[in-house]
């Protein structure tokens, strides 16, 4: 009854608001409503910020307003900061101002039951009767780079836009996929914490990026959906777009009941789940992490980049494991043919190299001119897809400087633009040595370059052989 | 016919040699026999170490012998770094010295095909009339640093002895495992590369170090045997005695054929493995990561822990997942109970957290007395055999500062203390920026400590999951 039909332009004017208000701004640390303000500033959001508390004439040195009435302009957007039996009487005056959209930070509805719940079902009413649309309720909010919106605990977040949205009903995994995201270079056109989904939810969001323009990658939280029907619909819909990545949870009757807690959702059978979603076109992924694999792979590799490896890494024993793996995930590696293996055996005169695919380059690292050539070589032979390093072992501590890095890093790339394929390279040290941090920083030196110059990199063969695959679904 | 029978003092006077001879010592860069002593001497061994090379009267500064007949005494142990071809007619003098042991670094043997396989056969001959045993060929040395012997490119490992040992065809994995543990403060009473097993192989390792009472856990990386039959009788005595984490690649053909190149083994139908693997009492892992996860779990949670976990989690999404995880893998999340809820929400009085198994204490973190009474709360409930706090999101970046990670690592170890049950953390940052390493350095600081206090720390929560389960196999 209270459904309302997709409207691309109402969610557009709320994640570009150009002007906002904070109900329950404060100057007290310790609460939401003054962590949100600080927040905001930092990120530098740049339309008109109103401020309204009714205790309050100034906060932070900003003139504070008692309420929404009393505001010079009206703002596109609201946002409420305060608890949750507080909300009905804002929602009142959003309707009477015209505002567009109302994003209610709080939780204490749904999820704790049935007086939530009918606190919930008001609010969505008072939303209908006022003709504003709500994110939320218990949610981080939205975060938009280019209007510099951001999510409650994400000052820190990147001000440079990028084609990737999230949508999560976690608001704890929407801020730490979007700041793990910043450093590994992807970046959003939106990410949107959505909670409880009393209003805009799931279907309508991926409605949204579906069609935004801006969009090139969608990623998403799942808990539940109250209409499976749509959500499927808006899946499959998205999906013939632009990849869509979707993590569900709730495969446990443990987890049910956290996320029942979580946001009042009913998580259903997973069998269910996961045999409606195989017909919707989407990637399945599990965890956050495996998200962000995926979203590297698609940005770097491409959609459906091939199943066909040319494994190098060094030592054999890495080869033997990345082929299980590949093997696991329905990849494979091509034998390079004679002609191939004679150049390579010319290349690398030296016991303990082995010439095959998975090609074993040695360990400790063989110098680096005949690692040059023997990678553009390997590199060049049609029967491969993708070239799959793995330097782990290799550059695992310093054992061939910060010099030495560059030049493997300048082979990488170069292998990419001679042969036109795409690279992944694995480059991870779990060596955690808390008094040792320059190997590490020469590592995230080397990836940062590798990732700017359109290579993929995984921090373990497993997760990158897994998010090829997920990228061929 | 040249099986030998399992000889403990055999294995024992190789490992705890007091005296060595490098063979193929080198003073030029470069070359392996340059290498191996410059990594032995960087570690320190403390015997005679003689080396021979017929081209040179000084290496480094040491006097060097033009052949094994020439050395003033008679080493334990002798390493030959020579090529293949070259290593019979030292195998002659060795036999004729009389040496206990020798090590063949050198590839080129069974894994080249038929001429190799002869001259492997040829060595073994030797061996047994020469009365010595040999480790090798192909592969990277032993390390233990009681004698401070090290593997080939193991100048850097831990000088202090431990409880865990090594065995690895890879030597490559064998040395990134061994560098890995030194900062999760795993500690080694061996590490041995036994590359192509021509006389001393898994079976008589496992033996060994079953049998061995420094050893407390074994761990292992396989890729074929010679002998199945004896390998399971060795999988089967061992893991009586103690826990034994065995990985075993050559799932696919293309790993199959990665296997047979580098260490000339075949490696069988994984079918069979599987299934025969599964009556020897063996921990299964796969991957030098799940390994440590494994060994991490043994050593601070315990063999079979318990299934039973209280999940604690900043954000209800870490909780679902968690709890997914823990059902894949067939541990339990139990309630806590009505008595336990109602002392919980006293504490948290804060919509946003939820009072439960998974326990959500909410992200950004809870202020920290409430963190810490809330966990030592929970930590006290009777129904859990475990402590499971995910922190990623809580601390992936400086939201709380040093002291604060601090004081959340002192709860941590209380919670342990009061309740009497393991804990495991998960405490990562995937965070990647070069130029930002403080985070960084402040997590490794709380993983050092969290370690030292018998906390187990794993890099995710799937990790941490996953190395509960199986230790609990």
Redesign the interface.
């Known amino acids: 009854m209270l459904r309302m039909d997709f409207n691309f332009a109402e969610i557009d004017a709320i994640l570009n608001a150009r002007s906002i208000a904070i109900v329950g701004a404060s100057g007290k640390p310790?609460k939401f409503g003054n962590?949100f303000v600080l927040t905001q500033i930092a990120m530098g959001f740049e339309g008109p910020m109103y401020l309204v508390n009714p205790g309050e004439t100034e906060i932070l040195g900003r003139k504070t307003y008692p309420d929404l009435r009393s505001l010079p302009g009206v703002p596109d957007l609201v946002y409420i900061t305060i608890?949750?039996h507080l909300s009905l009487e804002i929602l009142r005056d959003c309707g009477r101002l015209g505002v567009k959209g109302v994003i209610i930070i709080?939780?204490?509805f749904r999820?704790?039951g049935p007086e939530g719940e009918s606190l919930e079902r008001e609010a969505l009413r008072l939303a209908r009767e006022g003709g504003f649309r709500i994110i939320g309720p218990?949610c981080f909010g939205i975060y938009n780079p280019r209007n510099r919106l951001t999510l409650?605990?994400g000052h820190?977040l990147s001000t440079t836009p990028g084609d990737t949205a999230f949508i999560?009903?976690?608001?704890?995994?929407s801020?730490?996929l979007a700041?793990?995201a910043?450093?590994?270079g992807i970046h959003f056109s939106a990410v949107v914490s959505y909670g409880n989904a009393t209003d805009i939810g799931e279907s309508d969001l991926l409605r949204y990026f579906g069609q935004d323009p801006q969009t090139r990658f969608i990623a998403g939280?799942l808990?539940g959906t109250r209409n499976g029907r749509s959500l499927l619909e808006a899946l499959r819909e998205a999906a013939r777009r632009k990849p869509v990545i979707l993590w569900k949870?709730?495969?446990?009757?443990?987890?049910r009941?956290?996320?029942c807690?979580?946001?009042g959702s009913l998580?259903g059978s997973s069998e269910i789940w996961s045999a409606a979603l195989a017909q919707t076109g989407v990637i399945p992924a599990?965890?956050i992490?495996e998200i962000?694999d995926v979203l590297l792979a698609l940005k770097h590799l491409g959609r459906r980049p091939g199943k066909r490896l040319l494994l190098v890494g060094?030592?054999?024993?890495?080869?033997?494991?990345g082929?299980?793996l590949?093997?696991?995930e329905g990849l494979?590696?091509p034998l390079l043919g004679a002609d191939t293996d004679t150049r390579l055996r010319e290349i690398l005169k030296r016991?303990?190299a082995?010439v095959?695919?998975?090609l074993?380059i040695g360990?400790?690292l063989i110098?680096l001119p005949m690692f040059d050539a023997a990678i553009r070589e390997a590199a060049r032979n049609p029967s491969s897809d993708i070239l799959v390093f793995d330097l782990?072992?290799n550059f695992?501590?310093n054992?061939v400087g910060e010099e030495g890095l560059n030049q493997a890093t300048d082979t990488l790339i170069l292998a990419r633009k001679e042969s036109g394929k795409p690279v992944a390279a694995v480059l991870y040290s779990?060596?955690?040595?808390?008094e040792d941090?320059k190997t590490?920083?020469a590592l995230?030196?080397m990836?940062?370059r590798l990732l700017e110059q359109g290579v993929a990199v995984f921090?373990?063969?497993?997760r990158a052989i897994r998010a090829i695959a997920l990228a061929n679904r």
Do not use: W
Request: aromatic share 4%; proline share 8%.
């Open positions: 310790g962590a608890p949750a709080a939780a204490g999820e704790i218990n409650l605990p820190d999560s009903q976690s608001g704890g995994f801020v730490h700041r793990l910043k450093s590994l939280y808990e949870v709730g495969r446990s009757e443990a987890s009941r956290a996320v807690s979580h946001t998580a599990s965890g992490d962000l060094g030592g054999g024993g890495l080869g033997a494991y082929a299980d590949a093997g696991q494979e590696i016991a303990g082995v095959a695919n998975p074993d360990t400790p110098p782990a072992l695992g501590r054992m779990r060596a955690c040595d808390p941090m590490e920083q995230r030196r990836r940062h921090p373990s063969m497993a």
